[in-house]
């Protein structure tokens, strides 16, 4: 505040204040004006405090959730709602929460010591205040990609979607169990109809090489919980996993260089001549039937037809903190939108950005559109190793 204004009235200075924040708007600064009237942090400062809250959460263990609204304003009279908007959250939100821009009409609150269930309460109680707008919403609980999307510099804001706060439990619930329905009816007509041809590849395989028709392995499903997952066996029994560890190692940690297997004009990050597969592993894995065991999994509730694929223990030991979501909130799956949106030409960054996307978005219909993209897949293998 200069010298003049310090010895002004308070009315007068209260009429000044109004009169700069009137221009402000008037010269499209939306940010600058509720800025300097709320006390909101510029972006800079507040992915600072981002950080620090994110080291005190990585030692804590304490829980830490960041909400976004996005105020776009789409006429000259929305900015003053804009403006009563923030006014409200000032009114709703703790002394703890830090406020603050990350974009010019991206308004970001973070709440520090708040799990998911916290973060949709305040949102809650954001939504029950009277004649306030719903602005498009985006909540994030760490580890989520969204901390790292943030704090990555050059990264572009995640897209924002309508609010959708908690679809009715109810409603909810329903959608699950029957999403888990349809993983029962066509696992298990799917069983019968492929028999005959399961029963063919069993007898393949035990004619192929020496060991065991079904291959075993430990995998993480949903929240992090063992089991045991089904294959055909497609490699010589007895291998060393050794050349498996190595390829995850340099693909989670974004090493593509050494593990890019393409022409040069199209990459493929895969395996391509691997020495522990047989020849009947090789045409098995093509065409993908080697997952058919699978079914089994979805019929005991492991797994579901669509979901994320799930990862194996040593895996997660790379894993960044914001990778874990694609494990903790929903079952995995044999096929999801990894699978039909470039498979191996995918980097691992890229294919955990698709499974949540598929967590943010799903619905029944986009598991069907994802059934049906992948039996294309099938019949018109491209990225199969």
Not at 126 to 132: D, E, K, R, T
Not at 156 to 163: E, Q, T, W
Not at 249 to 266: A, P
Request: hydrophobic content about 40%; aromatic content about 8%.
């Amino acid at each position: 505040m200069d010298t003049e204004t310090a010895y002004m009235e308070p009315e007068t200075r209260l009429i000044r204040k109004r009169s700069v924040l009137r221009r402000l708007i008037k010269d499209n600064t939306l940010e600058d004006a509720i800025s300097a009237e709320n006390g909101i942090l510029p972006k800079g400062h507040f992915v600072n405090f981002l950080r620090r809250e994110k080291r005190i959460a990585d030692r804590s263990k304490a829980s830490l959730s960041i909400v976004m609204f996005s105020v776009r304003p789409n006429n000259p009279g929305d900015q003053r709602k804009v403006w009563h908007f923030v006014k409200y959250l000032n009114k709703v939100t703790r002394e703890t929460d830090i406020k603050g821009w990350l974009d010019g009409d991206v308004l970001a609150i973070l709440l520090p010591h708040t799990d998911k269930m916290g973060a949709n309460i305040y949102l809650q109680k954001i939504l029950q205040g009277n004649g306030h707008p719903t602005w498009p919403t985006i909540t994030g609980t760490y580890p989520d990609y969204i901390f790292q999307q943030l704090l990555n510099d050059g990264e572009r804001l995640p897209d924002f979607f309508p609010l959708d706060l908690e679809r009715d439990p109810n409603v909810l619930r329903s959608q699950q169990s029957l999403k888990r329905a349809i993983d029962v009816l066509g696992s298990l007509l799917a069983l019968i109809l492929l028999s005959p041809l399961m029963l063919m590849i069993a007898l393949a395989v035990k004619a192929s090489s020496p060991g065991p028709i079904i291959f075993k392995q430990t995998r993480l499903g949903m929240k992090g919980v063992r089991f045991s997952f089904y294959k055909f066996r497609s490699m010589y029994s007895n291998v060393d996993d050794q050349i498996h560890r190595q390829y995850v190692s340099n693909l989670i940690e974004g090493h593509l260089d050494k593990i890019d297997q393409g022409d040069g004009k199209r990459p493929f990050f895969k395996i391509k001549s691997d020495s522990r597969v047989t020849k009947l592993g090789k045409m098995l894995r093509k065409l993908s039937m080697d997952e058919l065991p699978q079914l089994f999994n979805v019929l005991k509730g492991e797994m579901s037809l669509v979901g994320p694929r799930p990862p194996i223990p040593y895996e997660i030991e790379k894993y960044e903190p914001w990778h874990l979501r694609r494990i903790l909130e929903v079952k995995p799956g044999m096929t999801g939108l990894w699978q039909v949106n470039g498979r191996s030409r995918t980097s691992f960054e890229e294919m955990v950005r698709l499974d949540l996307r598929y967590i943010r978005n799903w619905s029944l219909w986009l598991d069907l559109k994802i059934l049906l993209k992948t039996v294309r897949e099938v019949l018109h293998p491209k990225g199969a190793a």
